[in-house]
């Protein structure tokens, strides 16, 4: 008796060390899942810093959510490059054609109010437009009106979007409205001037009134003329010529945003983007079945040949295709200075905004990266930028004319202020730096020039390559 009391006790205390066991396994496992979302952020960050030490160096904010929770913010690059002044998660930009998100949303209320409707034709507000009559709302809104892409103005012209609209008065239609898609922004000038018609307020109220205030965006907004003071508006960079004629980054050309209204009037900042994005598929701006109106692929004439159609305000790419499928609903702003970005994987639950105040900025890989590391935890690191060597007169050889046939063009280096430069095509020339005695890259593009080594006196033959992929060789001409 005493011997099976034993072992009975024996195998309890054993059946007490393995669940004690299995508990410790658990709560280290546990942890593990804690620890997660803390090492995708980490991620995440050393994904934009090796970004804004690429070729391509990002300079703007950015925000991740999944799940209707923020779990990334951040912010990189300068508000102002003349003044060192540093962008914040806070910071303003410009969005481009994502204002047309919010024309959209503004013509789907004014339909759900039985102010308008999708088979409204042009003609009711614009009959002098060619081909108005056969125009729908639902052709401006997908892009499907035959219209051309934009106005005949430069966007830096003191013009109405009404003017805007009215240039392509004249104009044939690029093809029957309904048979295929083509990205038009004068579309979106039509609708806004639908939008004041339709609500008797100028575009900008409707937008404060029924998107901004609903969605809580108080950092969002127009500059109605050139010199308004926006507070905290990072200011966009592209390329411009110092003193010298060279061509470095430096403030964007101003354009006149006022006058792109519905087509891309808008600044915002990430938080506001976010809270648009929520407030939209939550059905506080227009209703839930509105909502899965704006994700349905419309039907055209002729045959889809690519992967991306347009709905109601997104740009869809529909990969189910695919070996793993993705469905991505996008859309992006670019505008003299600056890029935006606003995408939704929809699926994943993840929504990611980034605004740049750059042209050489990345935004769409990086939304891809982002959400490898989301969901896989993988992610491929940008190049970090070659460290910069002083000139030394023994790269004089590479001084001189090459001859590039295939583009009918040559290309001149040559020094100016005490700089290697390279200038082809007809453009100003750009500064470009040695990382060694006979590879040059340049702060400017993602420019490779490599020379070939000689016995001769002079370099022969210059290699391009644009990031990682080979352009050309060309041989010296003079």
């Known amino acids: 008796m005493k011997i099976r009391i034993i072992k009975k006790t024996n195998i309890k205390i054993l059946e007490m060390k393995i669940n004690l066991f299995r508990v410790i396994v658990m709560l280290f496992f546990c942890l593990g899942c804690m620890a997660q979302p803390e090492d995708k952020v980490e991620k995440i960050q050393q994904l934009l810093e090796a970004n804004v030490n690429s070729l391509k160096p990002f300079s703007g904010s950015i925000l991740v959510a999944q799940n209707d929770k923020v779990i990334y913010r951040g912010a990189f690059g300068f508000a102002d490059i003349e003044k060192g002044i540093k962008n914040t998660v806070n910071s303003k930009y410009f969005i481009g054609s994502i204002t047309k998100q919010f024309t959209t949303v503004a013509i789907l209320q004014l339909i759900e109010n039985r102010k308008l409707s999708f088979e409204d034709k042009m003609s009711k ?35 109405s979007h009404l003017e805007r609209a009215m240039s392509i008065k004249n104009d044939t239609l690029l093809f029957e409205p309904g048979a295929k898609e083509t990205y038009s922004s004068v579309g979106f000038y039509v609708l806004t001037h639908i939008i004041e018609e339709a609500s008797g307020m100028t575009y900008e109220e409707y937008f404060k009134e029924y998107i901004f205030k609903p969605a809580g965006m108080k950092n969002s907004g127009v500059r109605k003329k050139k010199g308004d003071n926006i507070l905290g508006l990072s200011i966009g960079m592209h390329k411009s010529p110092d003193e010298f004629g060279v061509d470095r980054l430096g403030y964007a050309k101003y354009f006149d945003s006022y006058s792109l209204a519905g087509g891309g009037a808008l600044y915002s900042t990430v938080d506001d983007l976010f809270k648009f994005s929520s407030a939209l598929e939550s059905g506080k701006l227009v209703t839930k079945e509105m909502v899965l109106k704006m994700k349905q692929k419309w039907p055209i004439k002729e045959e889809r040949k690519s992967s991306l159609y347009h709905s109601y305000g997104w740009e869809v790419r529909d990969y189910s295709h695919w070996k793993n499928p993705v469905k991505m609903y996008d859309f992006s702003g670019r505008i003299y200075g600056y890029k935006a970005m606003h995408r939704y994987y929809e699926k994943d639950g993840i929504v990611i905004i980034v605004l740049c105040n750059s042209d050489y900025s990345e935004r769409s890989t990086l939304g891809w990266t982002i959400r490898n590391i989301l969901l896989k935890g993988k992610s491929k690191l940008p190049k970090h930028a070659p460290k910069k060597i002083p000139f030394a007169e023994s790269m004089k050889k590479h001084l001189g004319i090459y001859d590039f046939p295939s583009e009918e063009t040559t290309v001149e280096i040559k020094i100016i202020n005490g700089k290697m430069t390279l200038t082809s095509h007809g453009d100003n020339p750009i500064y470009i730096y040695p990382a060694d005695e006979y590879t040059f890259y340049s702060d400017l593009i993602p420019l490779k020039i490599t020379f070939e080594p000689t016995t001769d006196g002079k370099t022969q033959k210059l290699e391009f390559n644009h990031g990682d992929e080979f352009i050309k060789t060309i041989e010296r001409k003079k």
């Open 125 to 159: 507000w614009l009959p002098e437009i060619n081909g108005s009559d056969k125009i729908s709302i639902h052709h401006l809104l997908t892009h499907q009106s035959g219209l051309r892409r934009d106005s005949h103005q430069d966007y830096d012209e003191n013009v």
